[in-house]
């Protein structure tokens, strides 16, 4: 599973992957395991056409379980079943943008 996370203030990004154990999206369809850290906010956007952001490698989907209660259409009993998942930080809260609406 592709777990990216543009979230990069979290103490569990690394290089835009999830490094958590679990994952846990709320009905409001945000990252409750989502844990503020030191750090500042990376613009990945600002150098984006002269170098691309470096990448932490991806992360088996066994070993990462993805707990969501929002109305959505990957959700399959409090289960996310994407192949994949984005977390943006387009605004404070880390909002899960893999997110398609039942």
Same mark, same amino acid.
Do not use: W
């Given at each position: 599973m592709d777990i990216r996370c543009r979230k990069t203030?979290?103490? &569990? $990004?690394?290089r835009y992957t999830c490094k958590a154990?679990?994952?846990?999206v709320n009905?409001?369809?945000l990252c409750s395991t989502f844990e503020e850290? $030191? %750090?500042? %906010?990376?613009?990945s956007t600002k150098h984006l056409f002269e170098k691309p952001p470096e990448y932490a490698p991806q992360r088996d989907s066994k070993t990462l379980k993805i707990l969501c209660d929002a109305h959505c259409l990957f $959700?399959?009993?409090?289960v996310c079943?994407? $192949?994949?998942i984005t977390v943006n930080?387009?605004?404070?809260?880390?909002?899960?943008?893999? &997110?398609? %609406?039942?």
């Amino acid at each position: 599973m592709d777990i990216r996370c543009r979230k990069t203030k979290c103490i &569990y $990004n690394d290089r835009y992957t999830c490094k958590a154990r679990g994952i846990q999206v709320n009905k409001k369809v945000l990252c409750s395991t989502f844990e503020e850290g $030191n %750090e500042p %906010e990376v613009d990945s956007t600002k150098h984006l056409f002269e170098k691309p952001p470096e990448y932490a490698p991806q992360r088996d989907s066994k070993t990462l379980k993805i707990l969501c209660d929002a109305h959505c259409l990957f $959700n399959k009993d409090g289960v996310c079943v994407s $192949n994949g998942i984005t977390v943006n930080s387009i605004t404070e809260k880390p909002f899960c943008v893999s &997110y398609l %609406e039942k």
